[in-house]
């Protein structure tokens, strides 16, 4: 049996569009709607730093981000409004952030449109 966290990076990896093979990490807000998963969008951050906007298929990768929240919330449980996953990609490091009640946080507005890729860059250590 694979690790329900790993199983949905790997989906939200495959279904990254756009992006190209070179990134390096990767930022994604996973949005809800009640129990409707209905938004993600995110950055990559190529090796020279370069951020690129990019989304994944909420419907490609429900099921693997069902399976990952049923196995990290009690039945029952409020769920998450939001989530950020951040993941570097050659350092083999990843973190998840919840948050139970905003769902503004990590929006990406007209006021923060050129600092929001820096402030989501994954920084591990």
């Not at 196995?71 to 948050?99: H, I, K, M, S």
Request: no cysteine.
């Amino acid at each position: 049996m694979s690790d329900p966290v790993v199983t949905m990076l790997k989906d939200i990896v495959a279904n990254l569009s756009p992006a190209d093979d070179e990134w390096r990490s990767m930022s994604m807000v996973i949005g809800f709607d009640g129990d409707f998963l209905n938004r993600t969008f995110g950055y990559t951050y190529s090796p020279d730093g370069v951020a690129t906007s990019v989304s994944a298929d909420p419907f490609a990768i429900a099921a693997s981000t069902e399976d990952y929240l049923a196995n990290t919330y009690e039945p029952g449980a409020p769920r998450p409004v939001r989530f950020l996953v951040q993941l570097d990609r050659v350092a083999g490091q990843y973190g998840v952030t919840f948050e139970d009640t905003d769902h503004n946080r990590w929006e990406v507005t007209p006021a923060n449109v050129k600092t929001a890729p820096q402030e989501l860059r994954p920084t591990f250590g």
